[in-house]
């Protein structure tokens, strides 16, 4: 079984300061890397992926995540925010065989002009 | 890019009635669907996951008699919340994907308030 564990429910910080948003994970399989984001009243949308290969994966809108298998864990930073990066970020991992998502309880990103 | 399209975005219903939600992919063939439900301030939670053809396999705890999966195309799935009761207004999303191993794309979920 996996699970993610995403510390922080919210996270205020001043618009162009960097960020970190943290994910630890657990699974006794190997497992896929996501991080998504929701703006209000809105789906899903992929920021980025870990599936194999360099363990620093760059997405869209200048977000990060560098992939540590010792420490189980997915972090994912922004060197310099903007405001409409306020949302709620989504941590999870699948299953290599099954493709089944666990999703963290989400992180809300709120910056502060 | 691939794009996973819900509707309706908004419905809301009595209590007693069903409800349908579609999710289509819109520009490719969908093998694979899975369901989640999203309570207010929470994180997802994987309901069901639907096979072209063959019957969904439901989560535990998930009643499969009230949330019906149809997935009867490759590009259609449908949830149907039978006999609707206010403790299943949420936030239902739905994700789809063409074959295993490639990229899971999000619908763009769907409210569902049952008053």
């Known amino acids: 079984a996996q699970s993610v564990t995403q510390l922080d429910s919210q996270v205020p910080v001043f618009e162009e300061a960097p960020v970190e948003l943290r994910c630890n994970y657990s699974s006794s399989v190997s497992v896929y890397l996501f991080w998504y984001v929701q703006y209000p009243n809105q789906g899903l949308q992929l920021l980025l992926k870990?599936?194999?290969?360099?363990?620093l994966v760059k997405g869209i809108n200048g977000f990060e995540a560098e992939f540590n298998k010792s420490q189980t864990s997915f972090h994912l930073r922004k060197p310099s925010v903007h405001i409409s990066d306020t949302a709620e970020y989504f941590c999870a991992v699948s299953d290599k065989r099954t493709y089944k998502y666990i999703f963290g309880t989400g992180t809300r990103l709120k910056v502060l002009a | 890019g691939a794009v996973v399209s819900q509707h309706p975005s908004w419905v809301i219903c009595k209590s007693g009635t069903s409800v349908k939600i579609e999710c289509r992919s819109l520009?490719?063939?969908?093998?694979?669907m899975f369901w989640y439900r999203q309570f207010p301030k929470q994180s997802l939670m994987l309901m069901a996951t639907?096979?072209?053809?063959?019957?969904?396999?439901?989560e535990q705890g998930v009643e499969k008699d009230k949330f019906l999966i149809n997935h009867a195309s490759l590009t259609l799935s449908t949830l149907t919340v039978t006999s609707a009761h206010p403790e299943d207004s949420s936030f239902y999303i739905c994700s789809a994907q063409q074959g295993i191993g490639n990229t899971i794309y999000f619908g763009e979920g769907s409210w569902l308030t049952v008053v």
């Open positions: 639907s096979n072209e053809g063959s019957k969904a396999t439901y």
């Open positions: 520009d490719f063939q969908a093998t694979t």
């Open positions: 870990y599936l194999s290969g360099s363990t």
